[in-house]
T-cell receptor, first 114, second 109 residues
Framework: DAGVIQSPRHEVTEMGQEVTLRCKPI?????LFWYRQTMMRGLELLIY????????DSGMPEDRFSAKMPNASFSTLKIQPSEPRDSAVYFC????????????FGPGTRLTVT | AQRVTQPEKLLSVFKGAPVELKCNYS??????LFWYVQYSRQRLQLLLR??SRESIKGFTADLNKGETSFHLKKPFAQEEDSAMYYC???????????FGGGTRLMVKP
């Protein structure tokens, strides 16, 4: 198993552009989490899904951020329009029902907005 | 709301020295506490959980409810322990983890 897969690994874009980050969770996992990591704020939970349904999106910074999970094997995090302060590493993680604390993280997407 | 604090951003020790990575939390209920680790060029992964009371790679962590702490300890640090360590809290009935800011441990030869 390749584990959680994220793409792209690196993204450099200009302010105002739309950015889409992608995640493929581990097969059979029921939970999917999106995190943002910055030096200033550490690792912050943005949103999480259970069985493809968004459960808690209170960490999503503002309306420019949106996340979807159209099926059990794919999720996207979209930023539109992007701003320099969105520059961070974005992680996706997945876990099994009953073991939500044991999260398997992807390699992350390093986003730079210029 | 729950909060996890790791007061040290960087901790540097010599090989063979004891190491303690501090973690304090604030939560009104009965939490579950975890330590996650990210080695260089590897993914963030679960290291240990307080409920299991186990020692992983020589590391232990005891939940002290009186001091609301969950410090990670190892008596003799090894160079391969150099990594980023995150303390995390889960509400008793919840599914989310709240992470601390992380501590980078550097073990010098």
């Amino acid at each position: 198993d390749a584990g959680v897969i994220q793409s792209p690994r690196h993204e450099v874009t200009e302010m105002g552009q739309e950015v889409t980050l992608r995640c493929k969770p581990i097969s059979g996992h029921d939970y999917l989490f999106w995190y943002r990591q910055t030096m200033m704020r550490g690792l912050e939970l943005l949103i999480y899904f259970n069985n493809n349904v968004p459960i808690d999106d209170s960490g999503m910074p503002e309306d420019r951020f949106s996340a979807k999970m159209p099926n059990a094997s794919f999720s996207t995090l979209k930023i539109q329009p992007s701003e320099p302060r969105d520059s961070a590493v974005y992680f996706c993680a997945s876990s099994r029902q009953g073991l939500s604390y044991e999260q398997y993280f992807g390699p992350g997407t390093r986003l730079t907005v210029t | 709301a729950q909060r996890v604090t790791q007061p040290e951003k960087l901790l540097s020790v010599f090989k063979g020295a004891p190491v303690e990575l501090k973690c304090n939390y604030s939560y009104s209920g009965s939490p579950e506490l975890f330590w996650y680790v990210q080695y260089s060029r590897q993914r963030l992964q679960l290291l240990l959980r307080h409920i299991s009371r186990e020692s992983i790679k020589g590391f232990t962590a005891d939940l002290n409810k009186g001091e609301t702490s969950f410090h990670l300890k190892k008596p003799f640090a090894q160079e391969e322990d150099s990594a980023m360590y995150y303390c995390a809290l889960k509400e008793n009935a919840g599914n989310m983890l709240t992470f601390g800011g992380g501590t980078r441990l550097m073990v010098k030869p």
